[in-house]
């Protein structure tokens, strides 16, 4: 049942159990800023879908929970440090407002608290409800932002291939075994012991390179017998047959005929089956990688993993740059298919920048123009260069040539300009497609305009306007190409390379780099609480610098 915390303080809090001395020390560390400012912007009637309205026990206070978590996130701890910090942390007990009886909670009321985030997408909810509460407390301009992606590990080993063959095995055997043993004692005990000896994992995957060819294809034998022995039992409904499935699909192939065991092969004994192994370069990206963590996919780049992709603002006005989006994204997948979610996302909070700073990936022509229909000029790089005579190109003189390239085309169809600087009256979508438009400017404009016999505009049929048609993805790309040869582009897209330093703090300080979790369930959820420690982190750091500037004694190590 969803009970709201007492907002009133209480006499025997921790703080107030201490000498004077000791509580004035207190009050300028960061404890007495996370309590003042940070721990009310949590707002518990959020998390009260969360909970019965009228039924059970009372829950903890959402702010002490939740608190907890994002300080476990601070510092990257686990549960167990985390309680213990809880406990007997007098600065922890004081950011979280708590007497010493009521600094305690047990691991199970972690545990299921995040069930409940998980199950309501309460992560997402947190982040994004506190991000706009620090954003209006510092005044933090948004105008501007940047996006990067940064690659991240749950908590998987990283297989070989024939590791992950034996693996996914042994997960479905030692499952098979605990939810249906009869089932298991059916499975030839000459397969069972290549992956398990008395339920435990065998060495079978420990291969010299010479053996291992060998070895997986005895396991791809395994796995299509396995799979075809279960198939029609109750084993086909376990998570794991499933798992093994996949395994199947992603790595082997049916065969026409069947494929005989060598004599030196562990399966010789055992009848010949219909498959063989795919060649390792045919393998999806998106293939399985882990029996343990299904969600997890490869990057040719950056190997086994997730991506996750963060955006924070950047302006030379702001105290400090505060995230504004994150989300987990599959490691298979190019980040130019983020740039579109990310600026809808901000635009639903009312956030969205003007100005996205972004490298090559996300620069496509197809997200700048897209960006610009939704208000955003995306600052990035695409590929290519300009040709040498566009570099630096002025105004064009009135003997040169011109082409669809020099008009400076609104994708928005509000300011749509010629060479000459003169505003189309009219922008029209060529047969619907809105990246091929037809631009028409006045008569009387153009008749005196001094490039006139230099452009390529030609008079339409009613012989009111001259227009001209222009492929706006050639036009843009050429565009772009020759801006960022500039020094003006490079001055604005310097601040690019400050996105590093945030996703290294994430990696360094709390921990992103190798989480603790398995599954992209979990693993959203901690990136969520992440964002939202190195937020209020940040915000602390801010206020503390505010308060030294107005002459408060503030010890140095507080605002490191």
């Known amino acids: 049942m969803f009970r709201k915390r007492d907002a009133n303080g209480q006499l025997f809090e921790s703080s107030n159990l201490i000498p004077e001395e000791k509580r004035k020390r207190l009050d300028q560390t960061w404890a007495a800023v996370f309590r003042s400012k940070a721990l009310s912007l949590i707002d518990e009637s959020r998390f009260a879908p969360m909970f019965c309205e009228d039924n059970g026990r009372p829950n903890q206070p959402v702010q002490v929970v939740l608190g907890t978590l994002v300080l476990k996130e601070l510092l990257d701890l686990t549960d167990r440090e985390a309680l213990e910090h809880l406990e007997f942390n007098l ?8 007497t010493p009886e009521e600094a305690h909670l047990c691991q199970k009321t972690l545990h299921n608290f995040r069930a409940r985030l998980m199950a309501h997408d309460g992560g997402r909810l947190a982040f994004e409800d506190t991000t706009t509460k620090i954003l209006e407390t510092l005044g933090t301009q948004t105008a501007r932002q940047r996006l990067d992606s940064t690659h991240i590990t749950s908590n998987i080993a990283r297989l070989t291939r024939l590791g992950l063959f034996c693996e996914t095995i042994r997960v479905f055997l030692r499952a098979l075994q605990s939810h249906h043993p009869r089932l298991f004692r059916k499975v030839p005990e000459t397969l069972r012991g290549r992956y398990l000896k008395d339920g435990k994992p065998t060495k079978y995957e420990d291969a010299r390179s010479s053996d291992s060819k060998r070895r997986l294809a005895v396991c791809a034998r395994d796995v299509y017998r396995l799979l075809e022995a279960m198939r029609e039992t109750a084993a086909s409904k376990l998570e794991e047959y499933v798992v093994l499935e996949r395994l199947f699909e ?7 005929a069947k494929t005989k065991a060598g004599e030196d092969d ?19 990206s998106d293939s399985l990688q882990s029996p343990h963590d299904v969600d997890v996919t490869y990057s040719g780049h950056k190997g086994k993993g997730y991506e996750v992709q963060v955006a924070e603002t950047t302006d030379e006005r702001n105290e400090v740059e505060i995230i504004t989006h994150v989300d987990v994204t599959p490691s298979s997948g190019s980040d130019a298919s983020q740039t579109v979610p990310v600026l809808a996302s901000l635009a639903e909070r009312e956030i969205k920048p003007t100005e996205l700073v972004a490298d090559t990936t996300y620069g496509s022509v197809e997200n700048g123009l897209a960006a610009a229909r939704m208000g955003t000029e995306l600052v990035a790089p695409v590929a290519g260069s300009a040709p040498v005579d566009n570099v630096d190109k002025a105004r064009p003189a009135p003997s040169q040539s011109l082409s669809p390239i020099d008009f400076k085309v609104d994708p928005c169809g509000e300011l749509t300009l010629c060479p000459a600087g003169e505003v ?19 008569r009387s404009g153009c008749e005196r305009c001094p490039f006139f016999q230099q452009c390529p505009a030609r008079l339409s049929r009613d012989e009111e306007t001259y227009s001209i048609t222009v492929n706006l993805t050639k036009t843009t790309l050429e565009q772009r190409r020759t801006e960022q040869a500039t020094p003006q582009f490079k001055e604005r897209y310097a601040c690019r390379a400050g996105i590093e330093a945030t996703n290294s703090e994430l990696k360094r300080s709390h921990g992103l780099g190798r989480l603790r979790v398995r599954g992209r369930i979990r693993v959203r959820l901690v990136i969520y609480l992440k964002a939202i420690a190195c937020n209020f982190k940040r915000m602390i750091r801010a206020l503390l610098l505010r308060a030294r500037s107005a002459g408060a004694v503030i010890p140095a190590m507080a605002v490191r």
């Not at 010789?268 to 089956?273: F, L, P, W």
């Not at 047969?431 to 400017?441: I, P, Q």
């Open 250 to 256: 992603d790595q082997c192939e049916i065969t026409k």
């Open 424 to 442: 189309a009256i009219r922008q029209l979508p060529v047969n619907g497609n809105e990246n091929r438009v037809e631009l028409h400017f006045a």
């Open 91 to 98: 600065l922890w007990q004081h950011a979280l407002r708590l």
């Open 266 to 284: 562990d399966d010789a004994m055992e009848e010949a089956v219909p498959v063989a192994l795919k060649e390792p370069k045919t393998i999806a």
